[in-house]
């Protein structure tokens, strides 16, 4: 039998994907570089030995929930969990996207916005970002007449930019989108202000964040968002039942017990980045200041992927984003731990000096 086609519309697209190569020094996925504490993993174990594995999980997740909703000082029915926050964004794209219906996004920005928005089925849009990747507030309303989104993405801080959105943008967004507004918040501890208080029942406004990055634990697969009750109450119509296995729910839960040690690994990458960028300053590189945990630059005078290609033969893995619409020659790194910075410091001063 001849391997069957799949969907026309999918054939056409491209597959996402990250290069990995194995090499000592790995900061090219924005991953934490430190695991969760011990106590942590040790307790995880121990309710982990306690749950009744022959039955189903609780199908709301309701402590879990409550547990995050505690944290963000809302109620629990306006959030929702999901497998990473890229199944949040599958849920939402799935029931408020679809054929038929637009996905707008501001480019360059994270792939999977557009790429899971196709996977539903939707037609995407993109407008370009303005003077340094910053959402340019002065052509949303052209922006918004010309596409008429279904769903609009912003994405701040964004990736692969780090650039935070101001709120003036963001709420002007929200204010003039016709749409349902998502607001990727994958890395919002290390920025300076949310998008989560802007959360209100008269708004069509989600904000998605990740246990992936700050809470050290992408190996977890675990998201979530906060929005209006009444989004919630359609979103768990759609996802499919049981789709959060009960040890992630009681992980999600109990890491939320160690929000300080959290807070502290976030101090300290948010110092490593200050570093990086000062030692940017005196390299020949251009880069954007970044409200995340990692830094987009862009080598003066040398190609962007022979630079990337030189470091991984010096056994630093970043992300090659030089190919990628818009950022021409631009490479991402990830914070590492202070040793792994160090390396890759060293590392790129030898190359951008052959
Ligand atoms: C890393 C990242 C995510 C995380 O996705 P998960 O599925 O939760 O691991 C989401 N959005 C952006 C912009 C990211 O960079």
Redesign the pocket.
Known sequence: MPRLPIRDDLQKMQGYHSAQVTVPVRLNT?ESPYPPPAEFTTELGRRIADIAWNRYPDRTASALRAAIARSHGVGADQVFAGN????I?QTLLLAYAGAGRKVLTFEPT?Q?HAHIARITGAEVVSAPRGNDFRIDQSKLAEVFSTHSPDVTFV?SPN?PTGVVEDEKTVRAIIDSAPGLVIV?E??AQFASWSAVDLVDESRALVV?R????TWSM?AA???YLVGPKWLVDEIDAVVLPYHLDAAKQIAGALALEFTNDMNSRVREIVASRDQIESAFSALPVDFWPSGANFILFRPRSMDGRKVWSDLVEKGVLIRDCSSWPGLTNCLRVTIGTPEENNLFLKSLAEVLSQ
């Open positions: 924005n990473g926050s890229n199944e964004l994270y999977l994405c990736n990727d994958a890395y998605t990740t246990y992936s990055k992408a697969r675990l998201g």
